[in-house]
């Protein structure tokens, strides 16, 4: 009785570890991207920088407090601009990036990290070609980095000169099944194909992130609990850490340090 229940769960499990198969490589890149152009980019002295900086409210009460920002982009092929929302039908409230830059008295002052919400393979020449151009208007391509999970599209922006963050996925599910092991090699073939700036991810990846990458920048962001002692002393113990480049918070001022 027990074998065939065994047996049954064992099959029932088939197709989703082939599954899981296949969405390694998926996801892993056949050949290595040559990188013809620099960038320039470091990080801001100051580690803690704002979280989420999606409306002007946000960004006249932050950009003076914070050396770094963090705001969500969705690019439009229809109107060639890109609109600061964190979810598609935040679109709607019509905050296009450079009246966002506008606001800012003295942009280049300022470090920005740009969470690209649509960024792909497709449209990743256009995204590139756009950004460069309007953050070398404002002098602030060498403050600014790209963040996005696909690394394929990434390569294009990074082959532009622009600064990229590969998000890496928490892969709750896919870690559930495996173990960590099989992750730790898809995402350390991305890091060797990319080469990026920095990986970024969720402050609960820091043990994995922090032992399976030792020598790669990361940043991090959705702190536990935050306003809380506990949450300000572990925001502490981030920023002192030499590989741990920037901690994003949604609090009104900066954790000293």
């Given at each position: 009785?027990?074998?065939?229940?065994?047996?049954?769960?064992?099959?029932?499990?088939?197709?989703?570890?082939?599954?899981?198969?296949?969405?390694?490589?998926s996801?892993?890149?056949?050949?290595?991207?040559?990188?013809?152009?620099?960038?320039?980019?470091?990080?801001?002295?100051?580690?803690?920088?704002?979280?989420?900086?999606n409306s002007?409210?946000?960004?006249?009460?932050?950009h003076?407090?914070?050396?770094?920002?963090?705001i969500d982009?969705?690019y439009?092929?229809?109107?060639?601009?890109?609109?600061?929302?964190?979810?598609?039908?935040?679109?709607?409230?019509?905050?296009?990036?450079e009246?966002?830059?506008?606001?800012?008295?003295?942009?280049?002052?300022n470090?920005?990290?740009?969470?690209?919400?649509?960024?792909?393979?497709?449209?990743?020449?256009?995204?590139?070609?756009v950004?460069?151009?309007?953050?070398?208007?404002?002098?602030?391509?060498?403050?600014?980095?790209?963040?996005?999970?696909?690394v394929?599209?990434?390569?294009?922006?990074?082959?532009?000169?622009?600064?990229?963050?590969?998000?890496?996925?928490?892969?709750?599910t896919?870690?559930?099944?495996?173990?960590?092991?099989?992750?730790?090699?898809?995402?350390?073939?991305?890091?060797?194909?990319?080469?990026?700036?920095a990986?970024?991810?969720?402050?609960?990846?820091?043990?994995l992130?922090?032992?399976?990458?030792?020598?790669?920048?990361i940043?991090?962001?959705h702190?536990?609990d935050?306003?809380?002692?506990?949450?300000?002393?572990?925001?502490?113990?981030?920023?002192?850490?030499?590989?741990?480049?920037?901690?994003?918070?949604?609090?009104?001022?900066?954790?000293?340090?």
């Amino acid at each position: 009785m027990n074998t065939n229940k065994s047996s049954q769960m064992y099959f029932k499990k088939l197709p989703l570890f082939f599954s899981l198969l296949l969405f390694i490589a998926s996801c892993t890149p056949k050949t290595d991207p040559t990188f013809s152009k620099q960038s320039a980019f470091s990080f801001s002295p100051n580690k803690i920088w704002a979280h989420r900086v999606n409306s002007f409210e946000e960004l006249e009460k932050k950009h003076q407090l914070f050396e770094g920002m963090e705001i969500d982009l969705f690019y439009s092929n229809a109107t060639h601009n890109f609109y600061v929302a964190h979810d598609e039908i935040d679109t709607l409230s019509k905050i296009i990036l450079e009246e966002w830059i506008k606001k800012i008295p003295n942009p280049e002052k300022n470090w920005y990290w740009l969470d690209l919400k649509n960024l792909n393979k497709k449209n990743a020449n256009v995204i590139a070609s756009v950004l460069v151009d309007l953050l070398n208007k404002y002098g602030i391509l060498n403050k600014t980095i790209c963040e996005n999970r696909n690394v394929k599209a990434l390569a294009v922006l990074k082959s532009s000169g622009l600064a990229v963050s590969y998000w890496v996925n928490s892969d709750v599910t896919f870690r559930k099944f495996t173990g960590n092991a099989l992750w730790k090699k898809r995402v350390a073939k991305n890091i060797a194909y990319l080469k990026p700036d920095a990986l970024s991810s969720f402050w609960w990846m820091h043990p994995l992130l922090d032992s399976s990458f030792p020598d790669e920048n990361i940043s991090y962001w959705h702190l536990p609990d935050e306003g809380t002692p506990e949450s300000i002393e572990f925001t502490k113990v981030l920023c002192r850490l030499s590989n741990v480049k920037v901690v994003l918070i949604d609090d009104d001022e900066p954790v000293a340090y």
